[in-house]
């Protein structure tokens, strides 16, 4: 959702970054330390970003992350994955474009920044490298290892041509993209609304967790009541960000149990080409899931305290090796769905997360839908009529279906990484897009 009605430049980004900073920050030590630079300094910094977006070399684009923060303030004795390895020049660099040109296929985007400094005499300084790791995209990837937190410090990321986010740390303030200023996408997956939307296969999963507990000859652990709710989004962020890193596109459709029966067989919404036995392996995504339970249950249990809550934070440091397994294999199964979405057609899943099938072709008229809203707030209770006109036959055709079934939930991801989610809302085809910084060129 644009902020502005005209093309956008450095200076709007700028100021935009001026206005929302103190929005952003937390009750870290580092807000005394991490301080803005002045808005001529910011303005200066955020346009060499752009000039060198613009640049490539050696036919690569120009991509990096960068960091503003005195070198002093990294601990030198630290290093990855639990900490940030910072690198100091015995000599600083200068700041310009051209330097950025040529260091940037040195620091790669997934793990490293570029130190900056602000000098009172000489101004902008690249002083080296801040080495973090990958592990700050397991937001975006999914996954269970334990990602290590950016100081408060200003963050920008450079994905290609004009495209420029603003970070204060591992938080997303704004991005300049195709001339646009858009503030931090909202996380869907956090609504309310799509919450109650699985809260039945979620009932359904306690419930066999439940029976298999009751089994059990030693006490296991209390799972929290929204482990579940994080672990099936993991899984989402994985197809998701599998799907992007292909570059070719893809669309994933979620149906209720009820009208996925239905549309298994000749109906008027969809064909799906390549449908799949109903056996145990369409519904291994559940099995897996369960099977996570279990095991994170037995092994978190305490003899001592058998009313022991466990939940995601915990989960993500638990040592065992059952558990890794079928964390592992959870994950491939994503991306066995991912690829599936390579071919024309959308993949097909129930709320129940039992793989139907995919190549499934929409039926009936993709122009149907006239107008959709975009979504402005988690729920989508503000919302700004646009015309479905202006997106590809991928995105027309899921406004169609969520038009015709309510209940279905559509996920369309672009080829350039974009991510929309489409559903029905308060009498309307509404979506969200959930733009990923570094990933869909943000």
């Given at each position: 959702m644009a902020v502005y009605d005209r093309h956008a430049y450095p200076a709007e980004l700028a100021?935009?970054?001026?206005?929302?900073?103190?929005?952003?920050?937390?009750?870290?030590?580092?807000?005394?330390?991490?301080?803005?630079?002045?808005?001529?300094?910011?303005?200066?910094?955020i346009s060499t970003c752009y000039q060198a977006s613009l640049m490539r070399e050696e036919e690569r684009v120009v991509d990096f992350r960068l960091?503003?923060?005195?070198?002093?303030?990294?601990?030198?004795?630290?290093?990855?994955?639990?900490?940030?390895?910072?690198?100091?020049?015995?000599?600083?660099?200068?700041?310009?474009e051209y330097e950025l040109q040529r260091?940037?296929?040195?620091?790669?985007?997934?793990?490293?920044?570029?130190?900056?400094?602000?000098?009172?005499?000489?101004?902008?300084?690249?002083?080296?490298?801040?080495?973090?790791?990958?592990?700050?995209?397991?937001?975006?990837?999914?996954?269970?290892?334990?990602?290590?937190?950016?100081p408060q410090s200003l963050v920008i990321h450079v994905t290609g041509p004009g495209r420029i986010s603003a970070y204060r740390g591992s938080t997303l303030i704004a991005a300049l993209n195709h001339g646009r200023i858009t503030p931090a996408p909202h996380n869907v997956f956090e609504s309310a609304w799509l919450r109650k939307s699985f809260v039945g296969v979620r009932e359904e999963l306690y419930r066999k967790h439940e029976e298999a507990r009751a089994r059990a000859a030693v006490p296991w652990a209390v799972l929290a009541p929204d482990f579940v709710r994080v672990l099936i989004q993991q899984v989402v962020k994985r197809i998701i960000s599998s799907i992007r890193n292909s570059h070719h596109g893809g669309s994933l459709v979620y149906l209720p149990e009820e009208q996925a029966a239905a549309l298994c067989c000749d109906n008027q919404y969809m064909t799906i080409k390549y449908q799949f036995v109903e056996e145990e392996p369409r519904q291994r995504l559940r099995t897996l899931i369960v099977g996570i339970m279990n095991a994170f249950a037995e092994a978190s249990g305490d003899p001592s305290a058998p009313d022991r809550v466990v939940g995601w934070e915990d989960y993500v440091v638990?040592?065992?090796?059952?558990?890794?397994?079928?964390?592992?294999?959870?994950?491939?199964?994503?991306?066995?769905?991912?690829g599936f979405a390579a071919i024309d057609g959308a993949v097909v899943i129930s709320k129940r997360q039992e793989l139907l099938g995919f190549g499934a072709v929409i039926s009936g008229d993709i122009d149907k839908v006239e107008?959709?809203?975009?979504?402005?707030?988690?729920?989508?209770?503000?919302?700004?009529?646009?015309?479905?006109?202006?997106?590809?036959?991928?995105?027309?055709?899921a406004y169609r279906l969520c038009h015709d079934l309510q209940d279905a939930i559509v996920i369309v991801i672009s080829h350039d990484g974009n991510a929309r989610i489409v559903a029905w809302r308060e009498g309307m085809v509404t979506f969200w897009d959930q733009v990923t910084a570094g990933v869909a060129g943000f």
């Open positions: 100021a935009h970054i001026v206005e929302r900073w103190k929005e952003h920050s937390t009750d870290s030590i580092d807000q005394e330390i991490d301080i803005l630079p002045d808005q001529r300094m910011l303005e200066l910094l960091i503003v923060r005195e070198p002093t303030l990294f601990a030198a004795e630290e290093g990855t994955p639990e900490g940030l390895h910072r690198l100091i020049f015995t000599q600083p660099r200068p700041f310009n260091l940037s296929p040195a620091v790669d985007f997934y793990r490293s920044l570029i130190g900056v400094r602000v000098d009172r005499v000489e101004g902008l300084q690249m002083w080296g490298i801040v080495h973090s790791g990958p592990r700050w995209m397991q937001s975006v990837f999914g996954g269970r290892k334990i990602a290590v937190a950016l638990c040592k065992n090796e059952v558990l890794a397994q079928l964390d592992e294999a959870l994950f491939d199964v994503a991306h066995l769905i991912a107008a959709v809203t975009n979504a402005l707030d988690l729920e989508g209770t503000q919302r700004i009529i646009v015309r479905s006109e202006g997106v590809g036959t991928r995105h027309r055709a």
